[in-house]
Nanobody
Framework: HVQLVESGGGSVLAGGSLRLSCAVS????????MSWYRQRPGKEREFVSKVDRDGDTNYAASVKGRFIISLDNAKNTAHLQMNGLKPEDTAMYYC?????????WGQGTQVTVS
């Protein structure tokens, strides 16, 4: 069983930074890709970034150059460092993984940029 618990959201001024964390239980036995998604009110959930088991990364064009995704294998925790935040980054941020054909999602953490 895989469980994801997110933290690190908050409210910041435009141009500020936040670091999101996603603690993963069971990841040591099911080390698949880890992804971050976000969802704004009235909008569909959208892809933000992904890191695979080897550390290779992908980013949505809207965040590339500002956000950095990483995976701490020792702590089984994924991170999303968000720099140069903009009001349009305001959303609920979710981490996600797929283990043995099943998608698992965190509870989400709110990021508000004003």
């Amino acid at each position: 069983h895989v469980q994801l618990v997110e933290s690190g959201g908050g409210s910041v001024l435009a141009g500020g930074s936040l670091r999101l964390s996603c603690a993963v239980s069971g990841y040591t036995d099911c080390r698949y890709d880890m992804s971050w998604y976000r969802q704004r009110p009235g909008k569909e959930r959208e892809f933000v970034s992904k890191v695979d088991r080897d550390g290779d990364t992908n980013y949505a064009a809207s965040v590339k150059g500002r956000f950095i995704i990483s995976l701490d294998n020792a702590k089984n925790t994924a991170h999303l460092q968000m720099n140069g935040l903009k009001p349009e980054d305001t959303a609920m941020y979710y981490c996600q993984t797929n283990c043995r054909g099943t998608d698992f999602w965190g509870q989400g953490t709110q990021v508000t940029v004003s």
